[in-house]
């Protein structure tokens, strides 16, 4: 069996000031509420990841040994914040601080069901707040002075949009081939080929 290649491009945007932030509403109610997950847990970080990943070829880390997602979470200045409704997580946010004061933003994204409910602006609004503030929690971490992330066109088809309308602005372009892997899905056959 042969794999084919597909292209796909990579967009990087930052933020230079906490001003560039552009905050979305939130959501009208109080069903939606945004947690921190202060314990890290690799079941959880899994979940999430495959979760809101299964249907957009996240696969990086679905081979990852339980001792690879501890490292990960475990890293200081590692964040993991979780959108909530009703009870229900909804989607995530991962922060990871880096050298030089950058704060990036690893993941983000919405479990399927959740999209469309305007969670995923005010999710990522409030993930790119604890960006720019995460030294208050982390002392021994320096000052933010950058939040950046990247997307790519196997990504939701508003995620772009809804970087540029919280303040992020485009610093590289990057187009290349990578295998064609299947749609993952959080468990198998989640989201079967159309």
Not at 70 to 89: D, F, I
Not at 132 to 149: G, S
Not at 176 to 194: I, N, R
Request: charged share 25%.
């Amino acid at each position: 069996m042969s794999s084919s290649n597909i292209t796909v491009t990579t967009w990087s945007l930052e933020q230079t000031a906490p001003s560039d932030l552009r905050p979305a509403a939130a959501p009208e109610g109080d069903d939606v509420r945004i947690v921190r997950a202060e314990v890290p847990s690799p079941e959880f970080s899994r979940f999430l990841y495959a979760s809101v990943g299964g249907d957009i070829k996240w696969i990086d880390r679905l081979g990852w040994t339980y001792a690879q997602w501890e490292e990960q979470l475990g890293r200081p200045g590692a964040e993991t914040w979780v959108a909530y409704e009703k009870g229900t997580p909804a989607g995530y946010v991962e922060l990871e601080a880096q050298d030089d004061g950058a704060v990036e933003i690893v993941y983000f994204g919405l479990i399927p069901a959740f999209r469309g409910r305007r969670i995923g602006g005010h999710l990522l609004s409030y993930g790119i707040a604890r960006a720019w503030d995460l030294a208050e929690r982390w002392p021994e971490r320096t000052e933010t002075k950058r939040v950046w992330l990247h997307t790519c066109s196997l990504d939701g088809e508003h995620a772009m949009a809804n970087y540029e309308r919280r303040g992020f602005r485009l610093f590289r372009t990057e187009t290349g081939e990578e295998p064609d892997a299947p749609t993952p899905g959080p468990w198998p056959g989640a989201f079967p080929s159309a």
